[in-house]
């Protein structure tokens, strides 16, 4: 039944993901509790995206873990700094309109630019998705915290990410650093790739970006970033089957979510069991991002729609926008991908060479 379904319930082989996952859950539950304990919810959005930085922790041996979550750190303090100062200083938030064609466009932007340096970096997993997430979500907050403190607390989190990533060599049994493991050097076709790569995804979030302003007054949405974010998801696989059946799982996976996330509005928790759940639901996420992305969509909808608004509040609008922007996205991303597996066919049979 599960092959009739794309694979829905089908699950990849596990590779210690319990370990990735309990990282990674602690990397993001600690700052928020510490944020509680200084009455500093605002921060929460940059301690959640720097701790994305333990996501990057997939990498055999601490020393190449290391290496692999520092690239992958700098690169998000660079996205949240240049979030924070566009907020600022570029997006017009007296006038949502134009406030939020600006954020597509700066948005579009970032996901190129990401996209190429996660390639050139060697970044795993691969792409802008989460850089998107997190430039366009910081940038759309009216209201910054001193960018001194929200960088300040990022890095912390960061920090902590890499921390824990390397934790385990304090264990008993642990082989130490273990041996550095070059990577290796790009050729020029991989390098091509890698631009090309960032194109497609410059194509399907600002696609996606301005479909979803341009339907936003008849549908009433108000967060078109949500379709960016799911308009790249099906961008990552190695066949067009793979990428488009990846789009279809975000659909999926985000329509079971929200009855998840609607569960948790009805029950109004206080904050601290919000900030609990946060850090449960991190770990879920993260047990099953590798294996399955339809069941790990379950977990990562209402974690993304607690971690965008548990300074504001909850409310069921989150859960309409979610929706409709996720279709938009996916809509937009499975075409894309479709379209690549046009022209790269028609490519390759133009440059064959003719039978002698």
Not at 4 to 14: E, I
Not at 138 to 155: D, E, N, W, Y
Not at 250 to 277: C, D, E, S
Not at 293 to 303: E, G, H, M, N, R
Request: net charge positive; proline share 5%; with cysteine.
């Amino acid at each position: 039944m599960s092959e009739k379904f794309g694979g829905l319930l089908t699950l990849g082989p596990a590779r210690d993901d319990h370990w990735i996952a309990l990282r990674t859950g602690i990397g993001v539950f600690v700052p928020l509790l510490a944020l509680l304990a200084m009455g500093r919810l605002d921060l929460v959005p940059f301690v959640v995206f720097g701790a994305f930085t333990g996501v990057y922790g997939r990498v055999p041996g601490y020393a190449n873990r290391l290496v692999a979550q520092s690239k992958a750190g700098a690169l998000f303090l660079a996205v949240i700094l240049l979030a924070a100062l566009c907020s600022t200083y570029l997006v017009d938030h007296a006038d949502p309109g134009r406030g939020a064609w600006t954020i597509v466009a700066l948005t579009t932007v970032v996901s190129g630019v990401c996209a190429v340096a996660a390639g050139l970096l060697q970044l795993r997993p691969g792409g802008s998705l989460f850089h998107i997430f997190a430039f366009a979500a910081i940038a759309s907050m009216p209201t910054q915290p001193p960018v001194a403190q929200s960088l300040g607390a990022a890095l912390v989190a960061v920090l902590l990410a890499i921390v824990i990533g390397f934790s385990g060599i304090l264990f008993p049994g642990s082989k130490g650093w273990g041996v550095r493991t070059r990577l290796p050097t790009l050729s020029k076709s991989v390098r091509t790739a890698i631009w090309w790569e960032a194109f497609f995804y410059v194509i399907a979030a600002g696609l996606a970006g301005s479909i979803a302003n341009l339907l936003a007054p008849t549908l009433l949405t108000g967060h078109s970033y949500w379709a960016m974010v799911a308009a790249v998801v099906p961008l990552v696989g190695h066949t067009t089957r793979h990428r488009v059946r990846r789009g279809i799982h975000r659909v999926l996976g985000t329509l079971t979510g929200i009855v998840l996330m609607a569960a948790i509005i009805a029950f109004q928790p206080p904050v601290w069991v919000l900030l609990v759940l946060i850090g449960l639901l991190q770990v879920c996420a993260e047990l099953f991002i590798a294996r399955n992305y339809f069941i790990a969509q379950i977990f990562v909808t209402p974690l993304a729609l607690m971690g965008a608004s548990i300074g504001t509040g909850l409310s069921t609008k989150l859960l309409y926008d979610r929706v409709l922007e996720t279709v938009i996205g996916a809509v937009v991303g499975i075409a894309v991908v479709l379209l690549g597996s046009l022209c790269g066919t028609w490519y390759r049979r133009r440059t064959a060479k003719p039978d002698v």
